[in-house]
């Protein structure tokens, strides 16, 4: 590979817009130091109203692609089912992947790792690790 | 024979009918839901039909595509990906016919169930739209109407179950008791094949 192509993109998708942006915000805040990766939030309708947008997913995941992968994180149910239906039909960019990850703490792992040149796989590793993390 | 014709009246008669139960699928939905699934199905089919107003597509499988395009686009909630996906993968299924038998929409739309089920890791009796899916396709291979029985049926079935999937498995055991909302509207679409028969 050439090493042409940009840092792997982070999409956050939330039933919420005020969650996605201060996810994104706050990923980018603790991965800061330097450059960070691209991160789009992608959260609720087109309207405003909580929900889960196609839309505002599929314009997200193009805004981050660099060429090297896009990590997609995402809340709860219908936006995890959203996501899977446009994986199945194709429609996020080649490389795109749903992680399977807690979503504030799997969004700041994949950020900051992202930030760091790390490949999608290892952004996914990172991501999923968050889960191993016990609060109890 | 079913043509596009057809599977466009199927569509529009689902968005007649999930317009009249609308109040009904919401009431259901605030007792184990969010309470916004006939608004959010209503919004759907409602850009389904207008879609379908203003163009037709040639084959039966293009008319299904296009619908399940539209619902993921405007639905907003679990049921835009649910239904979504159950119409394109049921208009995949059947080709590029330009008219197909009621088994070969039997087969194609048990394909669709069966992407449903992958997509939301669910199966018979998790009180889910599958619930009233899964006998329809059993059924659709003798009439309209069976199907239209049978999906009834069960989504009358699910009352009893405890939500396995979705936001009402949150609730465990206090789900039980409550007919499922996307049983109950996935009974709405096989209803509206027997309209659409008519």
């Known amino acids: 590979?050439?090493?042409?192509?940009?840092?792997?993109?982070?999409?956050?998708?939330?039933?919420?817009?005020?969650?996605?942006?201060?996810?994104?915000?706050?990923?980018?805040?603790?991965?800061?130091?330097?450059?960070?990766?691209?991160?789009?939030?992608?959260?609720?309708?087109?309207d405003g109203g909580f929900g889960t947008s196609e839309e505002l997913i599929v314009a997200a995941a193009g805004s981050v692609d660099r060429g090297s992968g896009v990590a997609v994180l995402a809340d709860l149910g219908s936006a995890v089912l959203t996501v899977k239906a446009l994986l199945a039909e194709g429609e996020l960019p080649s490389g795109a992947r749903l992680l399977d990850a807690p979503f504030v703490e799997g969004a700041v792992a994949a950020v900051v790792t992202a930030s760091a040149g790390a490949d999608l796989a290892a952004v996914e590793a990172a991501a999923s690790e968050a889960y191993d993390y016990r609060k109890v | 024979?079913?043509?596009?014709?057809?599977?466009?009246?199927?569509?529009?008669?689902?968005?007649?009918?999930?317009?009249?139960?609308?109040?009904?699928?919401?009431?259901?939905?605030?007792?184990?839901g969010d309470a916004d699934h006939g608004a959010n199905l209503r919004r759907g089919f409602t850009?389904?039909?207008?879609?379908?107003?203003?163009?037709?597509?040639?084959?039966?499988?293009?008319?299904?595509?296009?619908?399940?395009?539209?619902?993921?686009?405007?639905?907003?909630?679990?049921?835009?990906?649910?239904y979504g996906t159950l119409l394109r993968?049921?208009?995949?299924?059947?080709?590029?016919?330009?008219?197909?038998?009621?088994?070969?929409?039997?087969?194609?739309?048990?394909?669709?169930?069966?992407?449903?089920?992958?997509?939301?890791?669910?199966?018979?009796?998790?009180?889910?739209?599958?619930?009233?899916l899964l006998p329809a396709v059993e059924a659709l291979g003798r009439s309209f109407a069976a199907a239209a029985e049978?999906?009834?049926?069960?989504?009358?079935?699910?009352?009893?179950?405890?939500?396995?999937?979705?936001?009402?498995?949150?609730?465990?055991?206090?789900?039980?008791g409550h007919q499922d909302p996307g049983a109950t509207s996935a009974a709405l679409l096989v209803g509206a094949l027997v309209e659409a028969a008519a």
Request: proline share 4%.
């Open chain 2, 47 to 82: 850009a389904v039909s207008a879609t379908l107003d203003k163009e037709t597509p040639d084959t039966p499988g293009a008319v299904l595509a296009l619908a399940g395009r539209q619902l993921i686009s405007t639905v907003g909630g679990a049921s835009g990906p649910l």
């Open chain 1, 1 to 46: 590979m050439s090493g042409a192509k940009g840092p792997v993109g982070v999409v956050l998708v939330s039933h919420s817009a005020a969650v996605a942006a201060a996810v994104a915000d706050l990923a980018r805040g603790l991965a800061g130091g330097g450059a960070t990766a691209p991160v789009a939030p992608a959260g609720g309708l087109p």
């Open chain 2, 89 to 132: 993968r049921t208009g995949k299924a059947l080709g590029d016919a330009a008219e197909v038998t009621r088994e070969q929409l039997a087969e194609a739309l048990g394909a669709g169930v069966a992407a449903v089920g992958q997509l939301g890791g669910a199966a018979a009796g998790d009180k889910t739209m599958l619930d009233a």
């Open chain 2, 150 to 176: 049978a999906a009834e049926a069960g989504a009358l079935a699910t009352v009893p179950l405890r939500a396995r999937k979705g936001r009402a498995s949150y609730l465990g055991e206090r789900s039980v």
């Open chain 2, 1 to 32: 024979m079913l043509d596009a014709a057809f599977m466009s009246r199927w569509m529009t008669a689902t968005a007649a009918a999930v317009g009249r139960e609308e109040t009904r699928l919401t009431d259901l939905d605030s007792a184990i």
